[in-house]
């Protein structure tokens, strides 16, 4: 089996522990987007019941990225690759309805809020855009542009008075913020950087601590200040390419393994805990968490999948539902019930 993360979007979930449930939120929704020419989000239930397709007014198109949408509160940002800009939403009872559009100074493959600003990683750049109450800037308050610049950009994540981002040619780099959050002066090369490093790729990012895939490496690295401090190997499976973290479980979807594995962290260490935690019959493409459930979006050729598992205290996954999707889609998040987006 090849040693790659796929960079469109792969296959159908199977299996996956069984334990009794920790408690869940039961008004969550679980989004992804079509990622077509007309893009679309998509918002379904944690049984996998389609609830609303709402068009994101951009064109979709992006690929070998995690983070196309990010959820804060009740609101969502969505990218638009083709088109060049963000897509904001904000829940209503089961559904979202469209806030504002923004336009991207690069086409956009990631976002991340924080520190009051939507952060907007592009092929070639990182913007922020601050938050004015429920709604966000359309002008940036900061362009930078990143380390290489080269159209591999994977991921952006917010840690403590920085950004960590991912370039897929083997760059992990920050980029610091200053003021109240905006973005400002050049990218910097993270330290310790694994000398095998091949393919830097998704991440999750918790206080001052970013866990990031070095995919093709077959490893999961934790940068802090500004440096590598841990690497851990993927053990049996190949090319860990995309994380969440639910307490004190990080997990990370395996793209040509086409499982998700499990690992505890704590303090500068990143043990695996579960090779299979849970299998599927394609390759996942993103992964994320929210409110005692953990969504995963794989494909095969043009079809894709959503499935979502319930997440107990003992990092078990159970199967809750999965959906099938006619198109490549791209990103996934949770939007809890009862959140409001923070002033």
Same mark, same amino acid.
């Given at each position: 089996?090849? =040693? %790659?993360?796929?960079?469109?979007?792969?296959?159908?979930?199977?299996?996956?522990?069984?334990?009794?449930?920790?408690?869940?939120?039961?008004?969550?929704?679980?989004?992804?987007?079509?990622?077509?020419?007309?893009?679309?989000?998509?918002?379904?239930?944690?049984? #996998?019941?389609?609830?609303?397709?709402?068009?994101?007014? #951009?064109?979709?198109?992006? !690929?070998?990225?995690?983070?196309?949408?990010?959820?804060?509160?009740?609101?969502?940002?969505?990218?638009? %690759? #083709?088109?060049?800009? @963000?897509?904001?939403?904000?829940?209503?009872?089961?559904?979202?309805?469209?806030?504002?559009?923004?336009?991207?100074?690069?086409?956009?493959? !990631? @976002?991340? %809020?924080? =520190?009051?600003?939507? /952060?907007?990683?592009?092929?070639?750049?990182?913007?922020?855009?601050?938050? /004015? +109450?429920?709604?966000?800037?359309?002008?940036?308050?900061?362009?930078?542009?990143? /380390?290489?610049?080269?159209?591999?950009?994977?991921?952006?994540?917010?840690?403590?008075?920085?950004?960590?981002?991912?370039?897929? !040619?083997?760059?992990?780099?920050?980029?610091?913020?200053?003021?109240?959050?905006?973005?400002?002066?050049?990218?910097?090369?993270?330290? =310790?950087?694994?000398?095998?490093?091949?393919?830097? %790729?998704?991440?999750?990012?918790? +206080?001052?601590?970013?866990?990031?895939?070095?995919?093709?490496?077959?490893?999961?690295?934790?940068?802090?200040? +500004?440096?590598?401090?841990?690497?851990? *190997?993927? *053990?049996?499976?190949?090319?860990?390419?995309?994380?969440?973290?639910?307490?004190?479980?990080?997990?990370?979807?395996?793209?040509?393994?086409? !499982?998700?594995?499990? /690992?505890?962290?704590?303090?500068?260490?990143?043990?695996?805990?579960?090779?299979?935690?849970?299998?599927? =019959?394609?390759? &996942?493409?993103?992964?994320?968490?929210?409110? +005692?459930?953990?969504?995963?979006?794989?494909?095969? #050729? &043009?079809?894709?999948?959503?499935?979502?598992?319930?997440?107990?205290?003992?990092?078990?996954?159970?199967?809750?539902?999965?959906?099938?999707?006619?198109?490549?889609?791209?990103?996934?998040?949770?939007?809890?019930?009862?959140?409001?987006?923070?002033?």
């Amino acid at each position: 089996m090849k =040693n %790659f993360c796929v960079f469109s979007i792969p296959a159908l979930l199977m299996g996956a522990a069984l334990a009794a449930q920790a408690a869940t939120d039961s008004d969550a929704l679980v989004v992804t987007a079509s990622n077509a020419t007309a893009n679309q989000l998509l918002v379904y239930n944690t049984s #996998g019941k389609l609830l609303q397709t709402i068009s994101t007014q #951009g064109r979709g198109g992006v !690929s070998g990225n995690a983070g196309g949408i990010t959820a804060h509160g009740n609101s969502l940002a969505v990218v638009n %690759f #083709g088109s060049k800009s @963000v897509s904001l939403f904000t829940r209503e009872g089961n559904g979202f309805h469209m806030t504002q559009s923004i336009s991207t100074a690069s086409s956009p493959v !990631s @976002v991340a %809020f924080g =520190n009051g600003h939507l /952060y907007v990683l592009g092929t070639t750049t990182v913007e922020s855009h601050p938050i /004015y +109450g429920s709604a966000i800037g359309s002008s940036s308050d900061g362009v930078v542009t990143l /380390y290489k610049a080269d159209g591999s950009a994977a991921q952006v994540g917010v840690v403590e008075n920085q950004l960590v981002i991912t370039e897929k !040619s083997n760059v992990i780099e920050t980029v610091n913020l200053v003021g109240d959050g905006a973005v400002s002066g050049v990218p910097t090369l993270v330290q =310790n950087i694994p000398a095998n490093v091949n393919a830097p %790729f998704g991440l999750v990012t918790r +206080g001052n601590d970013a866990y990031v895939t070095i995919a093709h490496a077959n490893e999961i690295s934790l940068v802090r200040n +500004g440096a590598v401090l841990t690497v851990t *190997g993927s *053990g049996t499976q190949s090319a860990p390419c995309w994380l969440t973290l639910v307490g004190p479980f990080l997990f990370s979807s395996n793209s040509p393994s086409m !499982s998700v594995s499990r /690992y505890a962290v704590y303090g500068q260490k990143i043990v695996q805990d579960a090779a299979v935690a849970a299998q599927f =019959n394609g390759n &996942p493409t993103d992964i994320a968490s929210g409110g +005692g459930w953990i969504s995963v979006v794989d494909g095969n #050729g &043009p079809l894709s999948h959503l499935s979502v598992f319930s997440v107990d205290e003992d990092g078990n996954l159970t199967m809750n539902g999965a959906a099938t999707i006619d198109s490549p889609a791209n990103g996934a998040a949770i939007v809890t019930g009862g959140n409001q987006l923070p002033e």
